[in-house]
């Protein structure tokens, strides 16, 4: 079945140690969403990828970076983890057309930080 | 891209009850789109409505929307307890591109 995937599910790091979360596709979609979500909020998109092309959200921390290397796989680098930043990450894609733009979320990964 | 507010903010029902939840947004839109999310995973989506739409169905989801008022309601019938889960609504605007802004979400809490 065509999904995304999400690894680790569970990522535990220490304060200020470099972590990177990954994402894979197999729906073949122009576009992947990085969220940030926290207890009881709705997803905060942190940035998405449309094929190449980066967007950066403005209220974005510099901590968070993102890299795409082809169209199925996309990271999320968090350079210096703070305590703030413990959350459930979501990835998402879509085919990124005006009359499909549904989007397709992984499983997440829950990002402690100790 | 803008936010959709949700209303109530959470919901207790009994199984086989119907659940009725509202969005509204603040500019034209689209379509608007409802997810799904289970405690601890990602979003399911469960449909979209076209601004060229009153009503749609899908199963047990009945969902309107109005763009006159800039709202739209989710209707879950004979829910059961799988439909215990926060429910999103998502207004797509065409200045926005391809992003989607979530607004808080109800949360439904369905009891056996």
């Known amino acids: 079945d065509a999904m995304v995937i999400q690894n680790p599910r569970y990522q535990v790091t220490q304060f200020g140690k470099p972590v990177t979360l990954s994402c894979s596709q197999t729906?073949?979609?122009?576009?992947m969403y990085w969220y940030q979500q926290k207890s009881s909020q709705a997803p905060k998109l942190l940035f998405h990828?449309?094929?190449?092309?980066?967007?950066n959200e403005a209220d974005t921390p510099d901590n968070f970076q993102s890299r795409r290397p082809n169209t199925s796989f996309c990271f999320l680098d968090i350079r210096s983890p703070g305590l703030g930043d413990a959350a459930m990450y979501l990835c998402?894609?879509?085919?990124?057309?005006?009359?499909?733009?549904?989007?397709?979320f992984g499983p997440g990964t829950r990002l402690t930080v100790l | 891209s803008q936010q959709g507010e949700e209303d109530p903010q959470a919901l207790s029902i009994q199984e086989g009850e119907n659940a009725t939840m509202n969005c509204s947004y603040k500019?034209?839109?689209?379509?608007l789109q409802w997810y799904r999310q289970n405690s601890g995973r990602g979003l399911v989506h469960l449909i979209l409505?076209?601004?060229?739409?009153r009503e749609k169905h899908s199963g047990r989801l009945r969902v309107t929307l109005d763009t006159s008022k800039k709202s739209s309601s989710l209707l879950i019938t004979a829910s059961r307890a799988a439909d215990t889960a926060s429910y999103f609504c998502?207004?797509?605007?065409?200045?926005?591109?391809?992003?989607?802004?979530f607004g808080g979400g109800t949360r439904v809490l369905v009891k056996p």
């Open positions: 990828y449309y094929d190449k092309d980066f967007n």
């Open positions: 729906l073949n979609h122009n576009v």
């Open positions: 409505i076209r601004s060229n739409e």
């Open positions: 998402a894609t879509s085919a990124g057309t005006r009359t499909y733009n549904e989007q397709f």
């Open positions: 998502a207004p797509d605007e065409e200045a926005a591109g391809n992003k989607l802004t």
């Open positions: 500019t034209s839109i689209n379509n």
